[in-house]
């Protein structure tokens, strides 16, 4: 074998091992916040033997801590979600207009960004009804529906629309659709979903803009289809204006703001 193809080789088999780690853990969640060896096994396919040396490695950085209940996230995940939080949180001022807004409209108030192919949530205020919409800080959702998607795209580019189209389940032909839900959302200011992806779930969305004008962000109210008529959408687009502009004067930024075009 090459030094070349060594080299190759030991790249593929670090990258394997890295992805392992991953994926054990991220089988903890706040409904699992332990999970025992076998269950490793279990999940990943790992041999025992292989599992062992990940988590004693995960361990050896901090990043797994061994319990009598199994194993759970260690000191230095929280060293590296405090430095998260403190990156992704949105400044005082801005939280208390999701709080007053999500107040006001009695729905769940959302803040998208674009990255890759996805959007994801980075700042959230639930509704104060019992019966509400909720995505958690952190989570990816796909493209290819939804009003904030509609706002995001604004200015994409057919290559992205193209593979986005791939991940949908419509296929290439989505690309269309999604370029005429961006120029439509762009020339009304907002855009509507209605169970697009998850039926009996509604949303209307608004353009956060940066300094230069540009969209960096897509702020939206959600909740169950039936307290979203059309008799009171326009009162909704009116608060997210609103809350989207004093958002866009004070300065809005977050460490996924784009710094180069959408490709």
Known sequence: MSRSEQEQTAEATGVRSVRRALDILGLLTEDRPTVTLREIVDATGLAKTTAVRMVQTLEQCGLLWDTPAGYTAGPGLWRWA????????????????FQELAEEQQETVNLFMLRGTSRVC???????QPLRHVVRVGDELP???????KILL????????????????????????????ADTAAEHGFAVSRGERDEGL??????????????????????PSHRFPESVI???VTALQGVARRMSDQGFDHPLSPRTPMK
């Open 122 to 128: 980075v700042a959230q205020q639930e509704s104060p």
């Open 143 to 149: 493209l290819w529906a939804g009003a904030s998607s």
């Open 202 to 223: 509604t949303a209307v969305a608004v353009p956060v803009t940066g300094r230069s004008g540009t969209v960096v962000a897509s702020l939206s109210l959600s909740g």
């Open 82 to 97: 405090h430095l998260a939080h403190t990156s992704w949180e949105l400044p005082r001022e801005t939280r208390k207009l």
């Open 154 to 181: 604004r200015a994409a580019p057919d290559s992205l629309l193209d593979r986005i189209a791939v991940t949908s389940p419509y296929g290439t032909s989505h690309a269309r659709q999604l370029r005429v839900w």
């Open 234 to 236: 326009q009162g909704f």
